[in-house]
Structures are given as structure tokens and as C-alpha cells.
């Protein structure tokens, strides 16, 4: 856990949630609860992230999922796919029913997001370190084709110990591809520690400049800092740009936050989902939000 008196250094963890972002942690439980298994912790990091590109800065048309003109946003992090669906139900690419199926026999929404079968899905990110390579090719493509999509990468810092990341971004970096934006949900935290303890990332930034890259930082919760920061893009050098996204794992629930046991659940007992559920900092006025 992160220690309290250091909290000023790490202004992601004091920032409070709005009536919207309470509203889709809501549907990431609903959808775990359904399941009874998930990813929360790394769901939980991403959602105002993901919140603003739906909300505010995406062209996409949930009637014509596959419009050649839409933007693209892969979530290379695929075992955050709660938070996608939740999204994904949020703007009527799929239905509540399908996220309180999640995970269950005849459900289209399993563990990770599958292209193919889930609409609004751009790639399946079954196996982590492929978004970004894959990303690489749609921006590409689109300028080939002389189309103005641009391309969306969300990233887990976990994810970038993978070397294949880093191979696409060299070749992101060679080309300029302008039309291109990863996000790196840096929440500090992997499967069983910190990125510190696991594999440390530092100097994180100075890295994806050293590979071509514009890079900026924003508070990942901050809906106003990121709907800023993103409506100003593309860099007006002709690079790719890297957003350095500090986030906390584990975001809106205190007993989860920055909590590695909270990284992935095989099952939950009654009254995990009843705290997760009734947790009074978050949901006193749910009635009112939902």
C-alpha cells in the first residue's frame, strides 16, 4: 500500500471521483460480479482514461461499428477489459445483459477482449505486448490509404517489459506517425508487486523520446487534464506521441488500491461483492447515478 504521508508526491491518489466515473466502476463490478472473476485492479486504473476517449475525443458510430472513417482504440492491456466493456455499454455497443454475462457459457464477453465477436473491439489482446505493433500497422495503413483515422494504444506499464513493444516503437518512430497515441496506464504496479521491484521502467519518459517520440505526463484521473492534453494532439512535429498516464491500481476502492491481491480474482465470496458494491465512499448516492 502507499504510504499516506507521501500521498502529495502522488496527486492520482487524492483526486476524487465524479458521479460518471462512480457510475462505470458500477459496471465494472456488475460485469465481475456476473462472471465471478476479473481483473479490478488494472480495470479500475483505466477508466477515466478510457472515459475521456469515448466520452470526448473517438470518432465512432456504435450503428456501424466498422465505419473505415472511425478511430481505432486497441486496449493492448486485455486483461483491463472490464473497463472496456464497460465503456463498450455505456455508448450501446453491447448490453448490460452481455456484461452481467461476462465470463459465463454463451457470453460473448470473456476474460479478454476478442475481435470478431465483440463489437467495438479493434484487436484481440489476449497475450500482452501486441497493441502497440499492431497499432503501428492501422496508422500506417490509414496514411497509405490517405484516411485521417487516428490510432489509439493503451498500454499497461507491466506490458512494456515485453520487447516486441519496443521494436514497434522504433518503427513508429521511423516513420513519424503522427496519427499515432499510445497511453500508458502507469499505475506503478504488476501482477504480484511494483514495476520497481519487478522490472523497473525509470527513466520512463526519457525512453520513449529516445525512440522518437513526443512525450507528455497527465494525471490519469484527472477527466479535465486528459480531455486537455488529447485535445491537443496531434504533435505538430510529425511524431507519435507517448501520454505517461499516473494512475492507481485499484482506483475508487480503498482495500484495492495499489493491493497486488487485488490484481485478478479466480472467484468472490458474497461479501466481496457486497462491499465492493456497497463501499459507502463511493456509492452513498447510487440511486442518483444509475
Given at each position: 500500500m502507499i504510504d499516506s504521508k507521501k500521498n502529495e508526491s502522488r496527486p492520482e491518489l487524492l483526486i476524487p471521483l465524479d458521479a460518471r466515473s462512480k457510475y462505470l466502476r458500477r459496471l465494472?463490478?456488475?460485469g465481475m460480479a456476473g462472471g465471478g472473476q476479473g481483473h479490478l485492479g488494472p480495470s479500475l486504473s483505466l477508466i477515466e482514461i478510457l472515459r475521456v476517449l469515448y466520452d470526448s475525443i473517438l470518432r465512432f458510430d456504435p450503428a456501424n461499428p466498422n465505419s473505415p472513417d472511425r478511430d481505432r482504440c486497441i486496449l493492448s492491456k486485455g486483461h483491463?477489459?472490464?473497463?472496456?466493456?464497460?465503456?463498450?455499454?455505456?455508448?450501446?455497443?453491447?448490453?448490460r445483459e452481455d456484461l452481467t454475462n461476462f465470463c459465463r457459457p454463451g457470453g460473448i464477453l470473456g476474460g479478454h477482449p476478442e475481435?470478431?465477436?465483440?463489437?467495438?473491439?479493434?484487436?484481440?489482446?489476449?497475450?500482452l505486448g501486441h497493441g502497440l505493433s499492431v497499432g503501428v500497422g492501422m496508422a500506417l495503413s490509414a496514411r497509405i490509404q490517405k484516411r485521417d483515422s487516428r490510432i489509439f494504444i493503451i498500454?499497461?506499464?507491466g506490458e512494456i517489459n515485453e520487447g516486441s513493444v519496443w521494436e514497434a516503437a522504433l518503427t513508429a518512430g521511423k516513420y513519424k506517425l503522427e496519427n499515432l497515441i499510445i497511453l500508458i496506464d502507469h499505475n506503478k504496479m504488476q501482477s504480484y508487486g511494483s514495476t520497481d521491484y519487478v522490472l523497473p521502467l525509470a527513466p520512463l519518459a526519457e525512453k520513449w523520446q529516445s525512440f522518437g517520440f513526443s512525450v507528455q505526463e497527465a494525471n490519469g484521473h484527472d477527466v479535465h487534464e486528459l480531455q486537455c492534453l488529447l485535445s491537443e494532439w496531434p504533435d505538430p512535429d510529425g511524431k507519435p506521441t507517448a501520454m505517461i498516464c499516473h494512475t492507481v491500481k485499484g482506483k475508487g476502492f480503498p482495500f484495492a488500491e495499489n493491493n497486488p491481491k487485488w490484481h485478478h480474482k479466480n472467484n468472490f465470496t458474497d461479501e466481496e461483492i457486497s462491499l465492493l458494491l456497497k463501499d459507502s465512499r463511493f456509492y452513498r448516492k447510487l440511486k442518483e447515478i444509475t
Open positions: 465494472v463490478v456488475e483491463g477489459c472490464l473497463a472496456l466493456y464497460a465503456m463498450l455499454v455505456d455508448k450501446g455497443f453491447i448490453s475481435f470478431g465477436k465483440i463489437p467495438g473491439v479493434e484487436f484481440s489482446t489476449g497475450a498500454l499497461g506499464d
